[in-house]
Nanobody, 125 residues
Framework: QLQASGGGLVQAGGSLRLSCAAS????????TGWFRQAPGKEREFVSA??????????RYADSVKGRFIISRDNAKNTVYLQMNSLKPEDTAVYHC??????????????????WGQGTQVTVSS
C-alpha cells in the first residue's frame, strides 16, 4: 500500500513537502508519480520520478516546473514532492501512484496500477 502524507493549509508563496511511503514494495523498483485532483476537475499529472537505475529521469507538469521538486530516499522507501512558491491554484488532493510502464507514459494516470489515498493541500490567497 502507498501512504501519502504532508498536506495541509499554507499561504500563497509558502512551501510543503509531501511524502509517499510504501509498506508492501520497494519504491526503487517503480516509477512513482504524483497527481492531483481539485474539486470539479479531472485528475492531473504533477510529477514523476523514474525507478532507480533507470536514468536521470524526472518529469514535471508545466504548471509546477521550477516550483516543485520530486526526489526519492531509497533507505526510507519514500518519494518526496517538495512544493515551493505555492499558489491557490495548487489546491487539490494529491495522490501518489506507482507503475512500471514505459517512462514515456508516466504522465498518464491510466498507466498507474497502485494508488495512495491522497493528502489535501490547501493554499490560501
Amino acid at each position: 500500500q502507498l501512504q501519502a502524507s504532508g498536506g495541509g493549509l499554507v499561504q500563497a508563496g509558502g512551501s510543503l513537502r509531501l511524502s509517499c511511503a510504501a509498506s508492501d514494495r520497494s519504491l526503487r523498483n517503480f516509477h512513482t508519480g504524483w497527481f492531483r485532483q481539485a474539486p470539479g476537475k479531472e485528475r492531473e499529472f504533477v510529477s514523476a520520478i523514474a525507478k532507480s537505475g533507470y536514468g536521470p529521469s524526472t518529469r514535471y507538469a508545466d504548471s509546477v516546473k521550477g516550483r516543485f521538486i520530486i526526489s526519492r530516499d531509497n533507505a526510507k522507501n519514500t518519494v518526496y514532492l517538495q512544493m515551493n512558491s505555492l499558489k491557490p491554484e495548487d489546491t487539490a488532493v494529491y495522490h501518489c501512484a506507482v507503475t512500471n510502464i514505459v517512462w514515456s507514459y508516466v504522465d498518464s494516470a491510466r498507466q498507474y496500477s497502485t494508488w495512495g489515498q491522497g493528502t489535501q493541500v490547501t493554499v490560501s490567497s
